[in-house]
């Protein structure tokens, strides 16, 4: 309908809002819930206005941001990896073992890969060749990894011996800014650009709008799924050994809290659990969101079960507001 | 010659016992196993506490079955156990009528959490993946209000009357069983039973055929915590306290033992037998590896591996599929 109006009537006529495609809309939505939760932090604790807690928050918000990369895009074909904690986990604890064993930094890189590679493709064959539903399959994918991350380091005291580039990584601040927020922005500027500009993400939108048309109009579906997947896995297994260089060692469970986190911000950002409407772009905003949050709740004096239930209750409001289902 | 309807309506038939009975099949042959290793296991004491380990697993798959039934899903599973566990064991005291009154109390909270969830997810038009899993921070906070560590206690009467064994039989088993045939049969015999197969198979056309789809829903939700409720009791009286992490493995085991016993995550199909029959195949594998002396590194690496051998099996049907559009249009 609103096809039929003239482009230059439409833009001075129409408010905002309406002049925007649903998916500009969901966008600017989720910018407004950050603006809403930030405002709301800043009301609660002065601190949030100062540089030093934000950059904290940003590279706290670079963990959650990667791994929503491969998320946004595994939800916008339809799926879920939850396969995520323990391939952080394990890609840390390997890592920086072996790192450590060969003195060589590069050891560490080449441990992410093969990781993310192997564990994206067990997930993608799970899920695209033997059918098995994503939330199922890479949840038996992470238990599998979990046993394989026990069995490894015996329950070995934690590693300490974590490379220095992954300390500069995680920690450095070049020119003021933290390294950390810069290699964000890096990712998710070649995210945003291969979501809108490359074939393969013409080929995501087309799966998760309808995988049967997709297949017909030549979409390789096996390639793009694992694609999808071996990307997902990969910001799982980079952000693992981010996190070993953020805490100067890495342990059993370290990624337990990188699950849900990422999804909530995929969800926030508007990218629609069934598939084929949503984007990056607002991922970015669910991930802030979503951190800003956590800290505003930790700077509140109040016990972990009554944060528990207020960030549940603030998560489920937003869900209220802006995320409805249609119908 | 038969005609093809019915042949496909014999292969549906088929393929909806499938789980099931891999799954009696699996169970036999661990029973057997563990038997040959450990003797014991077949006393009277050896049942009830394979059963015991068991029951609460399978309590709380039932419920998500449930929810699963109408194409939905329940995260909080885990959560509400925990929370109603913590609140039974912190308030139970030990007269027979404080006892049966936090029993009803326990039973009346899990259909209020229950509803909760059915609100959000139905009338909320909320996903039921985040709002879920939203509503499992609210319980599992809420739990870690009423009792931040873990403590309080249930008395040794309540605690013997559900794990306790009469001869052969299992107290927890006569829970199940009671479980099943107070809540489950009466649901599935009636209209809600045939609503909530029909809403998860094809919701739209449920909707259009002017089905309640919102109450089903809701109902749905409920039931599941009501098992959720009936579950926590049960790890109350096993444990004889309260721990405000008991519940977080049951979320997604939950899960992985409704699909090992054939309910599909898509909603429509699946039979009450399946996840309990998954329930204790899974709980007895993790309970048998312990017993062998295999280390406890290896169970999660095990667990692993059955679950994406079987779940892998199940995919290999779509190898007999005359095409890609074929399946996706399955």
Known sequence: ?327 | MKPPEAKERRRGGVEKHAGPLSCAVGLVVLIGLYAIRQPLILSPFGLASLANVSVALALAAVGQTLVLLTAGLDLSIGAEITLINCFAATTMGSSALSVASVVVASLVIGLALGAFNGLVVAYGRIEPLIGTFCTSFIFAGSALIILPRPGGSVPDGFAAALTGNWGPLPFSLVLLAAAVLLVWVPVFGSRLGRYITAIGDDPESARISGLPVRRVALASYMLAGLFSAIAALFLAAETTSGDPSIGGIYTLNSLAAAVLGGVSLMGGRGTVMGPILGSFVLSIILNALGVFNVSAFWQDFIEGLILMLVLGLGGFRVLRAASWLAVLRQ
């Not at chain 1, 408010?15 to 009301?43: F, H, N, T």
């Open chain 1, 1 to 327: 309908m609103s096809r039929a109006i003239d482009p230059a009537v439409r833009a001075t006529r129409m408010p905002l809002a309406a002049r925007l495609s649903p998916d500009q809309r969901r966008v600017l939505l989720s910018y407004l819930i950050l603006l809403a939760v930030y405002a709301g932090c800043v009301a609660v604790n002065r601190e949030f206005l100062s540089w030093g807690t934000m950059r904290l928050q940003l590279v706290q918000a670079t963990f959650i941001g990667i791994i929503a990369i491969g998320q946004t895009c595994a939800v916008l074909i339809g799926q879920i990896d939850l396969s995520v904690p323990w391939t952080i986990t394990l890609s840390a604890i390997l890592g920086t073992n072996l790192a450590a064993l060969y003195g060589q930094q590069w050891v560490a890189f080449a441990v992410v890969g093969a990781i993310g590679l192997a564990v994206g493709l067990v997930n993608a064959f799970g899920v695209f060749a033997l059918r098995v539903h994503s939330l199922i399959w890479t949840l038996a994918v992470n238990l599998l990894l979990q046993g394989i991350t026990l069995l490894y380091s015996n329950a070995a005291a934690p590693t300490t011996h974590v490379p220095p580039i992954a300390r500069f990584l995680a920690l450095g601040n070049p020119a003021g800014l933290p390294m950390a927020f810069l290699v964000w922005v890096f990712c998710s500027a070649l995210a945003i650009l291969a979501l809108s500009l490359l074939p393969f993400g013409r080929q995501v939108y087309a799966i998760g709008n309808r995988p049967a048309a997709a297949l017909l109009s030549g979409v390789r579906l096996g390639r793009i799924h694992a694609i999808v997947f071996v990307v997902s896995a990969l910001g799982a297994a980079f952000v693992g050994l981010l996190l070993s260089g953020y805490s100067s060692q890495a342990y059993l469970g370290m990624g337990n809290e990188y699950l849900l986190p990422p999804i909530a911000a995929v969800v926030i950002g508007g990218t629609r659990l069934s598939g084929g409407e949503g984007g990056y772009v607002g991922s970015i905003a669910g991930a802030l969101v979503v951190v800003l949050l956590q800290a505003m709740l930790v700077t509140l004096a109040v016990s972990e079960g009554a944060r528990e239930v207020i960030f549940g209750t603030i998560l489920l409001a937003l869900c209220f507001l802006f995320l409805r289902r249609a119908r």
